[in-house]
């Protein structure tokens, strides 16, 4: 069963806007990533969050972790229309550090 | 460093009829991994490996079998294909023994299609 899923499933916004898009999971976590999928492409890594660290940035990318909540954020400041893709969430499955869970994803477009 | 490639990328098969699915990374990393992506899915893991010779079952690995004989290698084998199979399949793989702690990287996927 999935661990995390994103939220909202599909998001649409204009280029230069910011998209923000959440994920919750079912048990605790040591760590929790967050990855992007271009369309007919293989998952390509965006950034790693540990269970003791609340923010972290990467470039216009700020990913936050709740453990209280079980929830996680990923923000795309100043979108492009090269940040169309999948985002998903992947976390240790439950207590087992040798499988990745991948929630469904939140497919993203940005218009020109 | 080509990183993880993938062989075929497309493949049509009838029910009943089995292949392998090749993966091969040049990085030297030590675990592997076997997933799919079906439409409105996230990935789901089919089998994974810590390190040449260990093999161990993921979320879905009925109709699936795996080996390992070295580093580089993680091939995927369909004994008795059926339409539930039609997929896209991913390898991936990372340079720690834990894919929860380390950046996982990924081949571009066989899509494959049972008749």
């Known amino acids: 069963s999935q661990q995390g899923e994103e939220d909202p499933q599909a998001l649409s916004i204009q280029e230069g806007e910011n998209a923000t898009m959440n994920c919750s999971y079912k048990t605790s976590i040591n760590n929790l990533q967050w990855y992007r999928q271009n369309s007919g492409r293989g998952l390509v890594h965006l950034i790693l969050i540990r269970s003791n660290e609340r923010e972290k940035h990467s470039g216009r990318l700020r990913v936050t972790l709740d453990t209280s909540k079980k929830s996680s954020s990923l923000l795309i400041t100043a979108s492009r229309a090269a940040d169309t893709a999948s985002y998903f969430c992947a976390t240790e499955s439950a207590f087992n550090d040798y499988k990745l869970s991948f929630g469904a994803g939140t497919t993203v477009t940005v218009r020109a | ?115």
């Open chain 2, 1 to 115: 460093n080509a990183g993880v490639t993938q062989t075929p990328k497309f493949q049509v098969l009838k029910t009943g009829q089995s292949m392998t699915l090749q993966c091969a990374q040049d990085m030297n990393h030590e675990y592997m991994s076997w997933y799919r992506q079906d439409p409105g899915m996230g990935l789901r893991l089919i089998h994974y490996s810590v390190g040449a010779g260990i093999t161990d079952q993921g979320e879905v690995p009925n109709g699936y079998n795996v080996s390992r004989s070295t580093t580089e290698d993680f091939p995927l084998r369909l004994l008795s294909a059926a339409p539930s199979q039609t997929s896209v399949y991913f390898c991936a793989s990372s340079y720690h023994g834990s894919p929860t702690t380390d950046t996982q990287y990924f081949g571009p996927g066989t899509r494959l299609t049972v008749l």
